[in-house]
């Protein structure tokens, strides 16, 4: 049996899930030759009153201290880019392997902190950072052939999902359901990063690493939040044969990447559309393999846990050969691409008949290709031609000044 | 620049596929360090008529000249258990690696092949054998904890899922579904094993050894073919909720193991009801991480060859620690499960109302929970309550010799 020394970067939800999860799942761990004991944890404040389980570490907020022990392997969950970074640095900087779920580290920092790891002979594996439970980072990075990926496509966060699937199923506004989801434990206090869609960019970016986009910028992903949904956009989506994501998308073509984060019309077809709830998914489309789907839990502190302590018993046991070295620090810029769209106008008037409002809209280069034909009072909804961001914003300004109609669009994944 | 000599055992359709895809995906290959090169490949009848590339690699019917090169790793592409069994033996007792797709060779025999690989200190890798596209066995053979399955379901035989998809999708008969899939080369010219659903049945003993279900027996799980299956059960399915789907089922109880291989009613709710053609899928119900899905392309010559040639590159980069050798060579043994059924009467004559129906099969402790509302004709079709196969067959058997009626019966999968 072979003692692992396990040092933890925090102790908030997800270290105290990692504490418990190494005690729950000692017998199928030891079943691998290996014994998990955490035997420090680093925290900002020591002495806040905690309720701490009887076996939980001891815990310090001495940085001193937390290094001055010896680990067999760290594991951060502390989250955000400072101080996770800094420590990360220091103990990968002394030979010590690291296991993180934080995909803003990861995002911000995955390059230098693997090319780090490679040199000093260790590894850092961050297999919850995307999609918590659904381990297929490492997958990637260890298998050439099916990561050659044309066309990505994700769910990734659950917080977003949760909050559309609730604004459908039940037709509450968003803040409604934001509310809910913050009740119920599927969003923080602050979700803004979740909401906004920060989160799915870096999440984005961390994947993009992996399938041949390295070096995406999250902040450089044309990124759009859910706040601007209603429920009648989600009814209407059902209608016109499609539901509406919390959605990330790339594609990886010769001439370049194109990318972009936010809540999208998804085709009935498309794996992603028979999602819901908290649910993370991610479609990769390749060149060898075809088509690609995995699903599964995105979040939750036992869940994140049980995946880091996979990523801890594959650091102990894989005595050679870490793949993570292998992904480039940068690569080619990303631009948004040029999608269909599905549009919403709302009229203060009069509304024009369908013919009329395709025409004027033809005439600036944007066709109608579906309208919902359930449409009520002074609102229309239809799914349009393709075309760039641009092209749209000009068509329907055009509409919105020549009647005054408040105009919103959300982009469209096709199957 | 390493170069990788490779031997192959076999040279038809996925042999063919391996040489070619070593030359498309050199470049991505090399960016590894690697050099894929195939010697030799071994076939049963060197002379016959063959339409070669150009840069086919030469070819031997002498399993002593095949063995007398030094290969770095050897792909066995041969199919059925001899002589692979003896072929990998020998090439595993030299040291040599060897990838396969075969999963007949390690559904009977991979225990001990993997015992001989770990003990001569080299790897059988196999992750083209079940769900060719799909990579996830070495991600469960790796991680513990997500391979602490309770329940898992799956779509694992293309032919199969084609026939069905295309008898529901175009009302055909299943022998014109199946002459459609042989035209297509959907199925081979002797579909049997996967129509019958032994192929399944060896891949769902493969994926068993990998979730806490070892020395599963292919022929100790109760398989059923599809054969008689009609166009109309397909389209009832549909109006009581659900579809039918080739699965394999297993159940991995303290109490033991249960495992049912055939065509099975799929709640919508299911993410195996939402896949249709070739397309193959697994569902995994964790203790600790909960339900993950994956879905992807089950078979073709092209993907398979990919997933091999992935499964080349892990073997020559994972310079140790190999996680195959951890499956243990037996388990539990395996019975069906007890499950709810669509049931379906043909009666000759008069046919019995609902309630005459509900009543008659009551008194054998067989209830219908939701009949189909647009019975035609003397067919009567009906979801029933849980039950062992013995009593629904023994309901079955009674209303059958009651009024003559022909009976069948497929088991449901639940959401």
Redesign the interface.
């Known amino acids: 049996m072979r003692s692992v020394r396990i040092g933890l970067l925090g102790f908030g939800q997800v270290g105290a899930a990692v504490a418990r999860?190494a005690g729950a799942?000692q017998e199928?761990?030891r079943?691998?030759g290996l014994d998990l004991v955490v035997i420090c944890a680093l925290v900002r404040d020591a002495r806040r009153p905690r309720d701490l389980d009887a076996d939980a570490p001891p815990l310090t907020d001495a940085v001193d201290t937390f290094l001055s022990r010896a680990y067999d392997v760290v594991v951060e969950v502390l989250g955000g880019t400072e101080p996770a970074r800094a420590l990360v640095t220091r103990a990968l900087d002394r030979g010590v392997p690291v296991v993180t779920a934080n995909k803003s580290l990861v995002a911000a920092h995955g390059a230098e902190l693997r090319a780090l790891a490679a040199r000093r002979g260790t590894s850092l594996r961050y297999e919850a950072s995307a999609l918590a439970?659904?381990?297929f980072i490492?997958?990637l990075a260890?298998?050439?052939?099916?990561a050659?990926v044309s066309r990505l496509s994700g769910i990734v966060n659950g917080t977003s999902h949760y909050v559309v699937t609730a604004m459908e199923a039940e037709r509450l506004p968003f803040a409604e359901a934001l509310e809910r989801a913050r009740r119920l434990g599927y969003a923080e206090p602050d979700p803004s990063a979740d909401v906004g869609g920060r989160d799915a960019a870096e999440k984005l970016a961390l994947i993009g690493a992996h399938v041949g986009a390295p070096g995406l910028s999250p902040s450089a992903i044309e990124t759009t939040g859910i706040d601007t949904l209603e429920p009648g956009d989600l009814a209407a989506a059902r209608r016109l044969g499609g539901a509406v994501k919390p959605i990330v998308f790339a594609a990886l073509e010769p001439a370049g990447i194109t990318a972009f984060v936010g809540p999208a019309f998804v085709d009935a077809r498309h794996?992603l559309a028979?999602l819901e709830g908290c649910a993370n998914g991610l479609r990769l489309e390749g060149r060898?393999?075809?088509?690609?789907?995995?699903?599964?839990?995105g979040a939750?502190p036992?869940?994140t846990a049980?995946?880091i302590?996979?990523d801890v018993?594959?650091t102990m046991?894989?005595?050679?050969?870490w793949?993570g070295a292998?992904t480039p620090a940068s690569g080619p810029p990303c631009r948004p691409p040029d999608t269909a769209w599905l549009a919403r106008l709302d009229f203060p008037g009069d509304v024009p008949d369908e013919t009329s409002l395709a025409e004027f809209l033809g005439a600036y280069g944007v066709w109608i290709r579906r309208a919902d034909g359930e449409a009520r009072g002074r609102v229309r909804r239809f799914l349009t031609s393709r075309a760039s961001r641009a092209r749209l914003e000009g068509a329907l300004a055009a509409i919105g000044a020549a009647s005054g109609a408040e105009t919103r669009a959300i982009r469209v994944l096709e199957a």
């Open positions: 999860a799942a199928r761990v079943a691998r439970g659904v381990p490492d997958t260890r298998r050439p052939l099916v050659d794996p028979g060898y393999v075809g088509d690609l789907f995995y699903s599964g839990p939750g036992d869940v049980a995946t302590l996979d018993v594959e046991t894989a005595t050679g050969g793949a292998a």
